[in-house]
């Protein structure tokens, strides 16, 4: 906001006032339940759920493809989609029978022996994203950290470099960012650090090779885990020239290079790796490819996987702190097979990206006609608007623009009506299932909105 803010203040209050009172109005049971929960850390099963505009979470019922309906009755149209963990859309059908059928005819949901599953998966995952050495976790960031440990332990190097503002999931070495006085620090909130973070970590902004030039120059960085584009910040797109810049740089200072695609898989169905053809040593991700049931999976390139396995002072099998007991589970394989040969399919893409462009083209005409000084940015089959024109180039410019008070008000309103945005974000996601219907639903409510905020055209 600042100088240049165009919102009424006084009304912002007043307009998210009466909707968290409509919202009130409208869930009981979710009021009831979450009173009910007093047993809960925070509340909630998890403390991130407390993360909503109107108070308290509404309470799930059912969910099928772009559908919700809450514990009051109501019906969403889903654009937040599990935080992208349901891209794939709720239950697909092509999940619910592998996942039955692996549960229920066969049996064994955990069993620490292999499944021919995984096999048709890492063959799947090496197609889309080029790196063919797959291995599985449960969650990205279990995928991150191992991927982690073993570019450590193969280079010798203590350090790992992330962009400012990246998110990773809880991976303690992403933890950092660039501070205004050009010094690493903590991120702001950061949980019970097992060290200061400036001792395992480097960083750099998105979009600036300078920057990161310096930080490998200092020779000790075994890898740089990055998103092709950071999404956990708004969307901040990579400029022309930069992500071949950051592979130069990897390549020049013997550091390795992890793309992680736990967002970005949008793009396409090889993610951005496949969609701007990059090259990079590693690729993890998690999340949609499992069609909602949890995975997470970190692919390496044939020479990384050969030294790693030549090295008989790691251990891989045991305790080396590598691999998980649920890890590469019977259940989850089945779930990503399902997935990517029948559910996130290329046509499927061909579709999510035609929705999404109308998304993103309707949020924009929307916004010029108010005349908000506000940015669109489109990846694939996710689209996300800031509160700043032009976009953000890194993550701290697109920091210095989150609007707390605003985005609640957002959220609030189309929560009332029927919409469902990313908590986190105004994020919309796009799965096979969701219509051109549902994108102009969602913008006859978004409209609305801004014309009660009333801003002047
Ligand atoms: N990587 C990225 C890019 C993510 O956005 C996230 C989650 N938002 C993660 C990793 C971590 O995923 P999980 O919470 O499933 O561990």
């Known amino acids: 906001s600042g100088a240049d803010d165009v919102i009424d203040r006084d009304r912002l209050r007043a307009l998210t006032d009466r909707e968290r009172a409509t919202f009130a109005e409208r869930n009981p049971r979710s009021a009831a339940e979450y009173a009910r929960a007093g047993n809960l ?84 995952l090496s197609r889309r994203f080029g790196v063919p050495q797959w291995s599985f976790a449960l969650t990205a960031t279990d995928a991150n950290r191992w991927a982690i440990r073993l570019l450590r332990a193969v280079t010798g190097r203590p350090r790992i470099l992330v962009n400012s503002y990246c998110y990773h999931g809880s991976v303690d070495e992403s933890l950092i960012v660039a501070g205004a006085d050009g010094h690493p620090r903590s991120r702001e909130g950061n949980v019970g650090a097992p060290c200061d973070v400036t001792l395992t970590s480097r960083v750099a902004e998105f979009n600036d090779l300078e920057g990161l030039a310096r930080e490998l120059a200092h020779g000790d960085v075994a890898a740089v885990l990055m998103e092709p584009a950071l999404t956990n910040i708004g969307i901040v797109l990579p400029e022309p020239g930069y992500l071949a810049g950051v592979r130069a740089l990897t390549l020049a200072h013997g550091t390795y290079l992890i793309n992680d695609e736990t967002h970005t898989f949008s793009a396409g169905p090889g993610g951005a790796t496949a969609a701007w053809d990059l090259a990079p040593d590693v690729v993890t991700i998690g999340k949609a490819i499992g069609g909602g049931i949890p995975i997470g999976a970190y692919g390496l390139s044939d020479d990384l996987a050969a030294a790693l396995l030549g090295r ?54 929307i916004i010029d006609a108010h005349g908000l000084p506000w940015s669109v940015s489109r990846l694939g089959a996710r689209v996300e608007y800031r509160f700043a024109s032009p976009a953000p180039r890194t993550g701290t410019e697109s920091a210095a623009r989150a609007d707390a008070a605003l985005e609640d008000f957002l959220h609030a309103y189309l929560l009332n009506r029927g919409v469902l945005l990313t908590p986190f974000h105004n ?21 609305a909105a801004l014309g009660e905020l009333r801003v002047a055209a």
Do not use: Q
Not at 46 to 69: I, Q, S
Not at 344 to 362: C, K, N, Q, R, S
Not at 434 to 443: G, I, P, Q, S, Y
């Open 312 to 365: 008989a002072d790691l251990d891989l099998i045991d305790m080396g702190g590598v691999g998980g007991t649920l890890a590469g589970n019977p259940v989850s394989m089945a779930a990503a097979r399902a997935t990517l040969e029948e559910v996130l399919t290329d046509a499927a893409f061909a579709t999510m990206i035609e929705v999404a462009t109308a998304f993103a083209d309707g949020v924009r005409k």
């Open 41 to 124: 850390f925070g509340r909630t099963p998890m403390t991130w759920m407390n993360k909503n505009a109107a108070g308290y979470p509404v309470y799930l019922d059912t969910a099928r493809g772009a559908r919700l309906t809450d514990v009051d009755g109501h019906e969403y149209i889903d654009f937040c989609l599990g935080d992208t963990a349901a891209m794939a859309g709720h239950s697909p059908a092509p999940v619910v029978a592998a996942v039955t059928r692996r549960l229920g005819e066969l049996g064994g949901a955990s069993t620490m022996l292999p499944t021919a599953d995984a096999a048709a998966v890492g063959a799947e």
């Open 427 to 447: 994020m919309a996601l796009m799965c096979p299932d969701t219509t051109l219907d549902d994108v102009a639903r969602h913008h006859e409510v978004f409209a």
